[in-house]
């Protein structure tokens, strides 16, 4: 439990490290995400960097619940994981896409 918290807090702190205000290299694949939106920026650091791919082809779903599969796989993809490592839960089945 502890581990999880860690990893939990280290992912806030590294997000909330994100500039505000972040200059899109690209127009965002999205549907479902304007560059109004007050996530606009957070969106674009994440995807731009490779940790959030979106939900779907052109939807990035950001009104929606994180799973917890969905973090499994972005801290993962933060600290440069493979796809090999066993999963430690009990519950998910080994050919899992995260």
Known sequence: ????????????FIIG?????ASAKSALPFKDV????????YVSYVYENGLMNGTGGKT??????????MFITIIGRLVGGGSDA????????ANSWY
Do not use: H, N, Q
């Open 86 to 93: 066993p999963s430690p839960f009990k519950d998910t089945a």
């Open 17 to 21: 490290c994100v500039p505000a205000i």
């Open 34 to 41: 304007k560059e109004g939106d007050w996530f606009y920026p």
């Open 60 to 69: 990035f779903s950001p009104r929606d619940t994180l799973t917890r599969a």
């Open 1 to 12: 439990m502890k581990k999880l918290l860690s990893l939990i807090l280290s992912l806030i």
